[in-house]
């Protein structure tokens, strides 16, 4: 398994993963109406993992420039067409990965990564990439299932569901290995929120800035 088949998953998976429901619509509105709080109408914003564009679309207007990727030309296929049809100016898609926007010189003001850092192969490569994007004092927004704290049947089948080819890549640990990974790679954690509209969903919000 490597990157390459975690994007040929995500393609073979991207239109049936468009017409999923959300599974907390409420718990889904406190995290978008956090994150327009924190975002400020000049910044430079880029969103890691977009999926088919769902969060791009609703958070874009707020800002200058808006940059959506995903590991998955498919899922981005999808939100273009979804774009042609509600507008939104300053809004890019680009099939892109965290390590190839490293590489160029951009830096953006925030960098978002929702339902993301469990699917990176590298946590601490990927969170060192995120802090080179980001001036200091910078934002990094995330929302990550912490599969680690989740029920271990959950972290039995995974390998079993990989194998058959039925799920990609995911990470199995804990919101504080988590925290402390992103402690590691130069932020300070500003928020650690739970957003689920019942109980706890073991997807905590975090907000760090860059040191």
């Known amino acids: 398994m490597s990157t390459a088949s975690d994007a040929r998953f995500w393609d073979r998976t991207s239109r049936k993963y468009a017409r999923g429901a959300i599974a907390d619509q409420a718990g889904y509105d406190r995290t978008l109406d956090r994150t327009r709080a924190l975002l400020k109408p000049a910044d ?24 959506a990727t995903d590991i998955s030309a498919g899922m981005i296929a999808i939100a273009v067409e979804k774009q042609a049809l509600n507008p939104v100016p300053g809004l890019t898609f680009r099939a892109a990965t965290a390590d190839a926007l490293g590489a160029g010189a951009e ?7 929702f339902n993301y850092l469990h699917l990176v192969r590298d ?76 109980g706890d969903d073991k997807r905590p919000y975090i907000v760090a800035r860059k040191r």
């Open 107 to 113: 830096r953006h003001d925030a960098v978002l990564g």
């Open 123 to 198: 946590l601490a490569g990927t969170l060192g990439i995120i802090n080179g994007l980001l001036p200091a004092g910078g934002l990094f927004i995330s929302k990550t299932p912490c599969v680690g704290e989740m029920n271990p049947l959950i972290r039995l089948a995974l390998p079993v569901m990989r194998a058959a080819g039925l799920a990609p890549y995911a990470g199995i640990f804990r919101v504080e290995e988590l925290t402390r990974h992103i402690a590691a790679a130069g932020f300070d954690i500003l928020a650690c929120e739970n957003h689920a509209s019942k």
């Open 44 to 67: 430079r914003v880029l969103e890691l993992g977009c999926g088919t564009g769902t969060t791009a679309l609703l958070l874009a207007a707020g800002v200058d420039r808006y940059l």
